[in-house]
């Protein structure tokens, strides 16, 4: 969903994937591990029908901007049938985890939130608040009630239709504010079950080390955050990327975590060997490669 620009969330991916890759081969020689990146929005490409799993990425821009163009139009159809196939037979269909963009088109496509534009851009390392669904999902309850992201948005789900989640077999997973919090820190829905096979977050889970510095420590950019947060915050973010229990371990765990639970879940069906749940390194955020 990058739309054709170069950006640290590409490299990112594929670092993740890689390492899944690795993971799979090393329990499982045999079995073909392949990859293959696609580019909805610039040339209209979309994931093959054989996959398995499926990593869609964030990208610039408004959710609303071509939500009727032919490319946006065949990869809502491409998350409806992956629901549609889920529904009927689990362990053959695709998984989704869709991140930032492609968050913000499935809450319009699947209608259960408002998409609205926020009156400042958010960015920045932020706190996420996991719901008591959330705590009870696979790949999020190791975060326990609260998990550190990476933020760059500009704009919010809000407004949650409450029975039209229901009725897909969704679930809200994480908020930007905690309900029993004293500040507020606002109203938007930060991921989300969609329905059967299509999970996705708001965030950007994906963010190593060296992608969020080459961020923050633009001129332009860090100027951009100490006029909105002031100096003290701005180098409060920098130095939190050495703690180990903030964003590194969001990198460490979640994306991780979800490819290891939806691959165990072909692996039961298929005979395959399955993964154990991903171990925390460090180094792994630290080193970009």
């Known amino acids: 969903m990058n739309n054709g620009v170069a950006n640290q969330a590409t490299r990112c991916f594929r670092r993740l994937?890689?390492?899944f890759a690795k993971r799979?081969?090393?329990?499982?020689p045999d079995l073909e591990v392949s990859f293959r990146h696609v580019q909805p929005r610039n040339l209209a490409e979309l994931p093959a029908d054989d996959v398995d799993i499926v990593l869609s990425s964030g990208g610039p821009g408004s959710p609303h901007d071509g939500f009727d163009d032919v490319w946006c139009t065949a990869y809502r159809?491409?998350?409806?049938?992956?629901?549609?196939r889920n529904m009927k037979d689990a362990t053959r269909a695709p998984k989704l985890f869709l991140v930032c963009h492609s968050f913000e088109l499935a809450i319009l496509h699947f209608a259960v939130a408002e998409m609205e534009k926020r009156p400042t851009t958010k960015f920045g390392v932020m706190p996420a608040y996991i719901t008591e669904a959330g705590q009870k999902t696979d790949y999020v309850a190791p975060f326990g009630y609260r998990l550190f992201t990476w933020e760059h948005r500009n704009w919010e789900a809000v407004n949650?239709?409450?029975?039209?989640?229901?009725?897909?077999g969704g679930q809200i997973i994480s908020k930007e504010s905690h309900k029993k919090a004293v500040v507020n820190r606002g109203d938007a829905i930060l991921g989300m079950h969609f329905a059967p096979g299509v999970d996705g977050v708001q965030f950007h889970p994906e963010a190593d080390k060296a992608g969020v510095l080459a961020w923050i420590e633009d001129p332009?950019?860090?100027?951009?955050?100490?006029?909105?947060?002031?100096?003290?915050l701005y180098d409060k973010m920098v130095k939190s990327l050495a703690n180990p229990t903030r964003l590194a371990r969001t990198f460490a765990l979640m994306i991780p975590g979800w490819l290891t639970f939806r691959f165990n879940e072909l692996a039961n069906a298929r005979g395959y060997k399955p993964l154990t749940l991903p171990e925390q390194q460090m180094q792994d955020f630290d080193v970009a490669v």
Do not use: Q, S
């Not at 799979?24 to 499982?28: A, D, G, I, S």
């Not at 159809?77 to 549609?84: M, N, P, Q």
């Not at 332009?220 to 003290?232: L, R």
């Open 17 to 19: 994937n890689d390492a």
């Open 24 to 28: 799979v081969r090393e329990r499982n």
């Open 77 to 84: 159809r491409f998350l409806d049938r992956a629901v549609e």
């Open 160 to 168: 949650p239709d409450m029975k039209r989640i229901a009725a897909l």
């Open 220 to 232: 332009e950019h860090a100027a951009t955050v100490e006029n909105a947060y002031g100096p003290a």
